[in-house]
């Protein structure tokens, strides 16, 4: 079965700073889908970014990038130049690449950007 | 519609009655999933409705619990004997097609509370 773990509970962060979430998961499988997700008090899930694990190059997506690691099973997200409207839940998450059609969520980080 | 509409937005009710929790997706997406989110918890998989069917009900936690999509767009969740546990924000997502490389839209979900 696979877990997703994040680590951090809760971040805080001043507004133009730079942060790191952290995630880490299990599986047995060799192609997958990572995914971060961001949760606003609004609950509308809402992607930021996605990485296939077959592709080493990591994603980005404006200020937002991720650092995958596959060996170590690690999957972060950097978020540069950080914005009041990035406080959010976040949300890793993962997903089989063919054969099942669930994502499967860590339990979250909170992100608290200040003014 | 423009994006994933679900009602009620919040729902209160009392242990034991029974419960119906609607989900619009957009217009011409063929898949469409329930998750449950429990408080400080990440979404977890209910249901996977490809069309009218449901290809996947693995995660339905038990049978008071059952998801029907007649006309294969609007879903509908229903909760009989509600218990406390049950109390959670149930969250609705659709796809285009169901493939994994195809973007998830969420609703922002029912809050169901059970007294």
């Known amino acids: 079965a696979q877990t997703v773990t994040q680590s951090q509970p809760e971040m805080s962060v001043q507004e133009a700073e730079t942060v790191t979430l952290s995630c880490t998961y299990d599986t047995s499988e060799s192609n997958y889908y990572l995914f971060w997700y961001k949760q606003p008090p609004s609950r509308q899930m809402i992607l930021v970014i996605r990485q296939e694990a077959y592709k080493q190059q990591n994603a980005t997506e404006n200020r937002f990038s991720v650092n995958f690691q596959k060996a170590a099973k690690s999957f972060s997200l950097k978020i540069s130049d950080s914005q009041l409207g990035d406080t959010a839940m976040y949300f890793c998450?993962?997903?089989?690449?063919?054969?099942?059609?669930?994502?499967?969520f860590g339990k979250g980080t909170r992100l608290h950007i200040l003014p | 519609g423009a994006g994933v509409s679900q009602t009620p937005s919040n729902k209160v009710t009392e242990k034991g009655k029974y419960v119906e929790l609607r989900c619009d997706p957009i217009s011409g997406h063929t898949a469409l999933y329930w998750y449950r989110q429990s408080l400080g918890q990440g979404p977890e998989f209910l249901i996977y409705f490809q069309g009218t069917g449901a290809a996947d009900d693995s995660g339905l936690p038990n049978d008071r619990f059952f998801a029907v999509r007649p006309e294969g767009s609007v879903s509908t969740l229903k909760i009989q004997r509600t218990e406390r546990g049950d109390s959670a924000v149930y969250l609705c997502?659709?796809?285009?097609?169901?493939?994994?490389?195809?973007?998830?839209?969420f609703g922002s979900g029912t809050q169901l509370s059970v007294l």
């Open positions: 997502a659709s796809s285009l097609n169901g493939f994994p490389n195809e973007k998830l839209f």
């Open positions: 998450a993962f997903m089989k690449h063919r054969g099942d059609d669930k994502i499967i």
